[in-house]
């Protein structure tokens, strides 16, 4: 997938301040909390790369959502989608659905209950604040953004 | 060694039964059959006639694979009729002069209806009730005439009248005893039987003795009895009762019963040792029999023994019946006299009427009426085979008020009269890995006869399912225990708006994509708002989700809706414009409309934007809802048309558009006969007819096409829609997920007559309820596009990238015919 990267929303500054080492953890933030609604995928580009964020509804009423965060290619085909699939759980498991041909996988660990050999890359998400943050891995060539 | 010659004389159903067990046990490995019958065309089933009135074709009807059978080596002459029998000689002579030898010969020439002989009775408008050919004329007589009177009002005369009432006639019965179906109901259970047919509309005249038909060459105006009184109409069917066609055999000096019949013994044997005769033509034990059950019993035995099981016999059948005409369930079944114990149940309330007639304690033989629970079981107890509890006067009463669900019926009672399966065999199939009702039909022949057993047999199933362990649950999926049915009535009870108040109150989990978009649908066929508002938007699958259909590369589809097919000029050229402004990929759809492919999620609001100025709006190409109401294009243009199918169509299409329901609705609006709509492949059809509209209902295109069945003749405008806001909300209330219109129709006890039941007659009360939901479809209507046009929160779900606003996924095209296409 080719795009071009314009100016992305978000305090960006903080994390170009901290000069930060090519191939270590960084936490990039990619939007607000409230931007996402319970249960319903959204989909960001974390460094060109497609990642799929959800917050999936507390069982307690007003209780804290629970975030995940997977890749956004569907496995089988490529296409950007995965953001689309409805939520669900399957016993104990947090699931996603691929909306094309309903592979269930797991949000926690990114396996697929339907078929062991697909799998969703996970990422780290982490809430700061208002915002909704998600661990990467600095890219070697950093372009950059201020 | 040469074969000998076996001749058939007809070729009804319990001659075509003769044929082909006699064909599956190998009896043609020793004998050259002939079969020689009367009517043009091959057996079919009688038993079933009247359904041609609900749609059914010959081919539906028919029972006997001629081309199978003949390459068997059975030959078959239709339309030919055997006028005498040389015993002598051997030999049997057909009306084309022919001379067919025999060394045995079956005679299986049936009844024929009895009329009155009063004068009158052969006046144009005059018919019996007993062959397709007499359906046709019947079907054809009766358009545009008003009043039909049915002679008899036995079990055939309330077929009879059924089919009248569902031509569209005032109908009419008139008997000379002083009650219907005299033969198996005593008076409180015809009394019983007599008020549901007064709801239904059919006016019953008892003790009614016709002494002439009056009329002229034009046709008849009416019966007058032998007190004068005249009841006036323009159509008679005479049902008063069939006779033995005995006279080939009368004629050839066979034994003859006094009352009709060719005497036959237990081996089937007639007075002459090479000739049998089976069927409703046979005299056996003094009794002839008129259903179709004995006289496969009668067929069975006669193979046996001709296929060299000498001890093969028959030696009388039951006479137990159940049935369900107009709607109503009825039984009778043993015997009983003046002496005898009576315990009885009768409700006039709810109609029911239950009589079990004992001696000494036990079960000897009873009717039901209006509910026919426990009916396995009280047959069983009336032929011994099944001991009478102590409590038996408990079992009388109707189901859920104390009669048990399931009594411990014994193998050998049988379950289907019509094709000799007992309950034994029934669990032995499941015990064998019978699951549904579809492979017990194929593995035991249970219910594939009149279909009557069915309710009892998927009782029995389940049953025999639960002592097997296996776990019969219906529930949607792991978070609802619960079906589709049941859900919707919680969520319509409680009156609930949202995912959080559904799943808080009756589901687990996180839900899943069975139940989320099953809620998501329910919701929204109770008018929820836009679905994408609260947490609905977090229930929708796939093509919901986006308001557009996800293709294979996940990009999108844009189908505005055109109405009836019908598009101006303007309209097509903006289309075209927008398919070039956006590069999208363009075809015509089956619905007769437009299809635009390859646009990006962030590109449907701009792309509906354009679409919505063209003065067009949301198809609904992505829900499980109405799709498209096809037309042809009707009197208004076309020389043959009779009403303006494309007005009628834009009608519905605007009046259901949007409607949800638990699988996608299609439709169609002919303008006449000739049906270029194709409405009769469609959920709902309507073809068009000089006065008014005929409606279709239960058919598809998919994977299993079926075409719909005929629901009523000649509707107004306005009857047409009150029919299909009923129709359509009872089939959301009411069918599981994914479930067809057909399917769902076929699932329902009594089928599209049970349908018209509920929708024509209101049986079930509810009527008012499914127009007022409609209603409210049709008020809160509202474009789903425009409205989120409209509402910076719901356009906020067509970013693709939410941190990127300006960035999109490219996806690859390559270029097919000119136009883009996924590579």
Redesign the interface.
């Known amino acids: ?10 305090p960006q500054e903080s994390a170009a301040r901290s000069l930060p080492r090519p191939g270590g953890k960084r936490w990039l933030p ?2 607000r909390a409230d ?6 995928g ?4 974390v460094h060109d790369h ?1 990642v799929a964020l959800f917050g ?2 507390s069982s307690v009423a007003g209780g804290e959502k629970q975030w995940f965060a997977v890749d956004h290619l ?1 496995p089988v ?1 490529g ?3 995965i953001a ?8 104990d498991v ?2 996603v ?1 691929s ?2 041909h ?1 592979q ?1 996988y797991c949000l926690r660990t990114g396996s697929c209950i339907d078929s062991p050999d697909l799998k969703l890359r996970t990422h780290p998400v982490r809430i700061v604040g208002d915002w909704v943050e998600i661990q990467h891995v600095q890219p070697l060539e950093t372009r950059s953004t201020h | 060694m040469a074969r000998r010659p076996l001749v058939v004389i007809g070729n009804g159903m319990v001659g075509q039964r003769f044929v082909e067990e006699f064909v599956r046990l190998g009896g043609c490995d020793a004998w050259d059959v002939t079969v020689i019958g009367e009517e043009p065309v091959a057996a079919y089933d009688r038993v079933a006639l009247s359904s041609v009135f609900d749609g059914a074709s010959l081919d539906d009807l028919n029972l006997c694979d001629a081309v199978g059978l003949e390459s068997a080596g059975v030959e078959f002459r239709f339309g030919r009729r055997v006028v005498s029998i040389d015993r002598v000689a051997k030999a049997v002579t057909v009306d084309d002069g022919d001379l067919v030898p025999y060394e045995h010969l079956v005679v299986a020439t049936g009844s024929y209806p009895f009329v009155p002989p009063v004068e009158g009775s052969t006046l144009p408008g005059c018919f019996v009730y007993r062959t397709l050919d007499d359906l046709d004329r019947i079907r054809a007589w009766a358009q545009g005439r008003k009043r039909g009177v049915v002679v008899g009002g036995g079990l055939l005369g309330l077929e009879a009248a059924n089919a009248l009432e569902n031509l569209g006639l005032e109908t009419h019965v008139v008997e000379m005893a002083d009650r219907l179906m005299p033969q198996q109901l005593d008076r409180p259970s015809s009394s019983m039987l007599g008020r549901w047919i007064d709801e239904l509309g059919v006016t019953c005249h008892f003790e009614f003795a016709t002494q002439e038909i009056e009329g002229s060459d034009d046709g008849v105006t009416g019966l007058r009895q032998t007190s004068g009184e005249v009841l006036g109409c323009d159509m008679v069917v005479f049902s008063a009762g069939i006779r033995p066609r005995h006279q080939l055999a009368e004629s050839a000096g066979l034994e003859i019963a006094p009352r009709g019949g060719i005497v036959v013994d237990d081996s089937l044997a007639t007075s002459d040792p090479a000739i049998s005769a089976i069927g409703e033509v046979a005299c056996h034990r003094g009794m002839v029999y008129g259903l179709v059950g004995p006289g496969y019993r009668m067929a069975d035995a006669l193979v046996g023994r001709l296929t060299g099981d000498a001890l093969s016999e028959f030696t009388g059948a039951s006479l137990s019946t159940k049935l369900k005409l107009f709607g109503v369930e009825m039984a009778s079944f043993g015997t009983g006299s003046e002496e005898d114990d009576l315990v009885v149940y009768s409700d006039p309330l709810s109609k029911v009427h239950r009589r079990l007639t004992l001696r000494d304690g036990a079960v000897v033989g009873g009717v039901l009426v209006g509910d026919v629970s426990g009916y396995a079981a009280f047959d069983a107890m009336a032929d011994g085979s099944m001991k009478t509890p102590s409590n038996i006067a408990q079992l009388v009463l109707p189901e859920g008020l104390g009669a048990p669900d399931e009594l411990e019926i014994p193998d050998s009672a049988l379950i289907c009269s019509c094709n000799n399966v007992s309950h034994g065999d029934v669990r032995t199939a499941v015990a064998a890995g019978c699951r549904e009702i579809p492979s017990l039909k194929k593995d035991t022949a249970v219910g594939t006869g009149c279909g009557g057993c069915l309710p009892s047999v998927t009782k029995l199933l389940n049953a025999s399912l639960e002592t097997l362990g296996v776990e019969v649950d219906r529930s949607l999926c792991e978070h609802f225990g619960y079906t589709r049915q049941e859900l919707f009535g919680l969520i319509h009870v409680h009156g609930y708006t949202t995912w959080a108040e559904v799943l808080g109150a009756h589901g687990s989990g996180r839900g899943c994509e069975i139940c989320r978009p099953t809620v998501a649908s329910i919701l929204a066929s109770m008018s929820n708002g836009h679905v994408l508002d609260g947490d609905q938007g977090s229930l929708q699958d796939t093509n919901d989700h986006s308001l557009a259909n996800m293709q294979s590369n996940g990009t999108y589809s844009v189908v505005p809706r055109v109405p009836g097919g019908e598009i101006t000029p303007d309209q097509l050229i903006a289309m075209g414009e927008i398919a070039q402004d956006f590069d999208l990929y363009t075809k015509i759809t089956g619905g007769q409309r437009i299809d635009l492919l390859g646009a990006q999620l962030h590109e449907l609001p701009l792309i509906w934007e354009r679409v919505i100025a063209a003065g067009l709006e949301s198809g609904h190409a992505y829900g499980k809802a109405l799709r498209t109401v096809k037309s042809c294009v009707g009197s208004t243009w076309c020389r043959y048309g009779v009403q303006d199918s494309v007005e009628m169509a834009i009608r519905l299409e605007l009046r259901y558009r949007g409607l949800r329901s638990p699988h996608k609705l299609k439709s169609g609006v002919s303008g006449c006969a000739r049906e270029c709509a194709e409405a009769r492949s469609k959920d709902f059809g309507v073809i068009a007819t000089d006065s008014g509209w005929n409606l279709y209902l239960g058919g598809n295109g998919g994977r299993e096409p079926r075409h719909a069945e005929l629901f009523a003749t000649d509707l107004s405008d306005d009857e047409l829609i009150v029919y299909l806001d009923r129709y359509l909300m009872f089939y959301i209330r009411t069918a599981d997920r994914l479930e067809r219109t057909s399917t769902w129709i076929e699932g329902l006890d009594g089928g599209i007559g049970y349908l018209r039941a509920v929708i024509i007659h209101d049986s079930l009360g509810i009527c008012d309820e499914l127009e007022a939901d409609l209603a409210r479809h049709v008020e809160t209507y509202e474009c789903e596009w425009t409205a989120t046009l409209n509402a910076p929160e719901r356009l906020e779900h067509f970013v693709e990238f939410v941190n990127a606003p300006d960035v999109n996924s490219t996806p690859v095209w390559i270029r097919e015919r000119g136009q883009n296409v996924p590579a």
Do not use: H, N, Y
């Open positions: 997938m080719s795009s071009t990267l314009s100016e992305a929303t978000g990619v939007c931007r996402v609604r319970s249960d319903r959204v989909a960001l580009l497609p999936l509804q569907d085909s296409a950007p989608v689309r699939g409805l939520v669900g759980s399957c016993g947090s699931t659905s909306p094309l309903k269930k």
